[in-house]
């Protein structure tokens, strides 16, 4: 399916105001699997998935709730309780840009105190207006002693971030982020209703407030006041205003969402006395239009039903817009908002729900309806259920005003006629209808999780080996339990080396592989002599585990185009010791006894997975090249700067990450274009 086809295409958003993305929070994954049981069985689990683009997000969570056997209420067939609710919200879309405005710097004095006296010290103030800022509405601002502003919590950090980062404040507004101390000297002070460039402004002025070099710095943010009258859509124009500063120290300017994955930075080094810089997001962009929860089976022996007083959401009304929906919805997301992530400033009608409500939110939304255009059951002989909605009108006085956010939610049954001898799936999609403004072209995005009830509650594993090594389990034909995860690990024999797996068809990399018994499986394990033997000479990976270097094999980088892959390694958690927050790994090219060898690499990450088995990216702190040294700068970004390695040279590589870290993935981009 094309990734945008107007009017129909589906282009589904996942996004985890967390976001990367991932699976929604306390969601373990995309997809669940049970065996039939015999009889009663409470589950209470949360499965979910989500999906992104440049456009959109939506995300979706199916709570699995009872099962029940011969149930009378259900023609005494066995049934599977569930909760789904979707997400979708268009804000991910959203890019400032900044234009140096110096023609119309005019600085602007405001006298009302702030009382911010104190090194690392800040306070809230309110706003008679409500602030557009990534698709989030805002009515108070936080304001730091060090030179920025946030939107959604507390926050003094005196180092500043760069731009966009994950780390705290997010979001933020850097005016002149620096570690300041106000303490010493100056004073903060802002203004409510301030003309200028013939509009009203909001401003905060920092004003001859010392730096770490006892250098007075002045400078202020404004604030546009957003007419109702202007637009829904129109995001409110800020300006930054600099009277007198100086570049000693690193300093960061610029702007960023509310997750940390997108923003617009402005080097601090191009700045002068009487600059002026203007953040805008100046084009009309997204909206919501419909959601649709979609539920699919390919068997005979299943039914699903709605059921009827438990359907809703957010922002979400059926398509006659006299429905009155309107009470219940304002009450959901304000009982979804208190046990989420109802934080200061941030309106409540933009919060977006998060999967981890699906059984909330079906259970306790909207009013009893029956109308079949909205709501399609499906017996034994159909295949398809789904539930529709049209998103709410934001505010009817103005032309246009769909949502940047909406959900809906609804309560599934799930049931099943067959005797207690099948198995049955089921496809739960998201799907979020979206409108481009600046065209009214309408596009669609989609994510899904898959159900399984099966009866075999067992799955096969066949290991086999090349010469020159061996596994553990050695090679054979295993039964596992569905589901259950099965290590693997290589060991090749003097003379030679592990090179990787071949699992299913596909390359996997690392001695170690975890094999989920969601099916039966076929595992191959290829080792090559050190001499050579065939095979493509590529950088081989070592994990340092404190005490020595692990091989983690051969990471097979061959292009004879040239064209540089990605390939990706798992790395077990004993494997990577954390040092002072600090982990090593090493990169050497071919294997003693090769003629030759040369490959080159253009950008290596790792990633760390935390304890809610999401991957945080480690920061790149050295990389040592044998032959050239220091090659951190070739090595930090996808580009044309690459990194040459041949026959047996390294390249040591160390990241900062997080002690508490359960497991890594190494990502390494490069090529090598000679076949041995």
């Known amino acids: ?6 009017l129909v295409s589906f282009v589904i958003v996942a996004m985890l105001l967390c976001g990367s993305l991932a699976f929604p929070v306390r969601a373990t994954s995309s997809d669940w699997s049970k065996p039939r049981p015999s009889g009663y069985t409470l589950y209470d689990e949360t499965i979910g998935n989500s999906k992104t ?6 995300e979706m969570g199916v709570h699995i709730g009872q099962y029940s056997e011969n149930d009378p209420a259900y023609d005494y067939n066995d049934h599977l309780s569930l909760k789904v609710s979707a997400s979708a919200n268009t804000r991910v879309g959203i890019q400032y840009a900044v234009l140096p405005n110096d023609y119309i710097y005019d600085w602007c004095e405001v006298s009302e105190p702030t009382n911010i006296t104190s090194d690392n010290d800040g306070t809230w103030l309110d706003l008679e207006f409500t602030l557009l800022y990534y698709g989030v509405e805002y009515r108070k601002v936080w304001v730091c002693s060090n030179g920025f502003l946030t939107l959604n919590k507390t926050c003094t950090n005196a180092d500043p971030q760069s731009i966009p980062s994950t780390d705290d404040p997010n979001p933020v507004i850097a005016v002149f982020w620096r570690d300041l101390h106000p303490e010493q000297g100056g004073s903060i002070t802002y203004g409510r209703d301030v003309y200028f460039n013939g509009e009203e402004y909001f401003v905060v002025s920092w004003n001859n407030v010392p730096d770490d070099s006892g250098t007075p710095q002045t400078f202020q943010v404004l604030i546009q006041h957003r007419q109702p009258w202007i637009g829904y859509d129109y995001h409110n124009k800020i300006f930054f205003q600099y009277k007198s500063i100086t570049k000693s120290y690193s300093t960061t300017v610029g702007t960023e969402d509310q997750v940390g994955n997108k923003g617009t930075s402005y080097d601090y080094n191009n700045l002068h006395n009487e600059a002026c810089l203007k953040f805008d997001y100046f084009i009309a962009g997204y909206r919501l239009e419909r959601l649709i929860i979609k539920l699919t089976k390919d068997d005979g022996y299943a039914m699903i039903s709605f059921l009827r007083p438990y359907i809703g959401g957010y922002n979400v009304i059926l398509e006659e817009y006299t429905n009155p929906f309107g009470d219940t919805f304002k009450s959901a997301i304000k009982t979804a908002a208190s046990l989420a ?14 999967a981890d409500l699906a059984g909330v939110l079906a259970g306790d939304l909207s009013r009893p309806y029956t109308d079949d255009e909205h709501v399609k059951d499906a017996g034994t002989s159909d295949s398809e259920a789904y539930v ?5 009108v934001e505010n009817e006085s103005i032309i246009y005003c769909k949502p940047f956010d909406s959900t809906l939610a609804a309560t599934v049954e799930w049931s099943f006629t067959d005797a207690n001898n099948k198995d049955h799936d089921l496809t739960v999609t998201a799907n979020a209808w979206y409108k481009d403004l600046s065209n009214d072209n309408l596009y669609e995005i989609s994510t899904s999780s898959t159900l399984n009830m099966y009866i075999s509650n067992t799955r096969q594993l066949s290991i086999s080996s090349s010469s020159g090594g061996t596994t553990d389990p050695v090679p054979g034909t295993y039964n596992y339990g569905y589901g259950s995860s099965v290590n693997v690990t290589a060991t090749a024999y003097s003379g030679y080396h592990f090179v990787w ?8 990399y690392g001695k170690q592989i975890t094999v989920t018994m969601d099916s039966d499986h076929t595992l191959h394990a290829y080792f090559l002599p050190n001499g050579g033997g065939g095979g493509e000479p590529c950088p081989t990976l070592y994990a340092w585990n404190g005490n020595d270097y692990v091989d983690y094999g051969v990471i097979d980088i061959h292009n004879p185009s040239g064209e540089d892959v990605i390939r990706e390694v798992s790395i077990a958690k004993q494997d990577l010791a954390v040092e002072d927050r600090k982990a090593k790994l090493r990169l050497q090219e071919g294997w003693e006894g090769l003629n030759f060898s040369e490959s080159v690499i253009d950008h290596v990450k790792l990633y760390a997975i ?13 990389a040592v090249h044998s032959r050239l040294g220091d090659v951190h700068e070739y090595l930090v970004a996808s580009d044309d700067v ?14 900062k990450v997080r002690e508490d870290s359960q497991g890594f993935v190494f990502v390494i981009e490069g090529c090598n274009i000679i076949k041995y």
């Open 341 to 354: 992530l109802l934080k200061a400033g941030i309106m409540w009608k933009v919060m977006l729900i998060t």
């Open 642 to 655: 690459k990194a040459q390695i041949f026959l047996l040279e390294t390249i040591d590589l160390t990241f």
């Open 501 to 508: 797996w071949w699992l299913d068809g596909g390359l996997k």
């Open 53 to 58: 683009d440049d456009d959109a997000s939506i």
């Open 388 to 392: 529709w909605a049209q998103c709410r």
């Open 1 to 6: 399916m094309n990734r945008k086809k107007a």
């Open 610 to 622: 935390n304890e809610d088995g999401k991957l945080k990216l480690c920061p790149l702190t050295s």
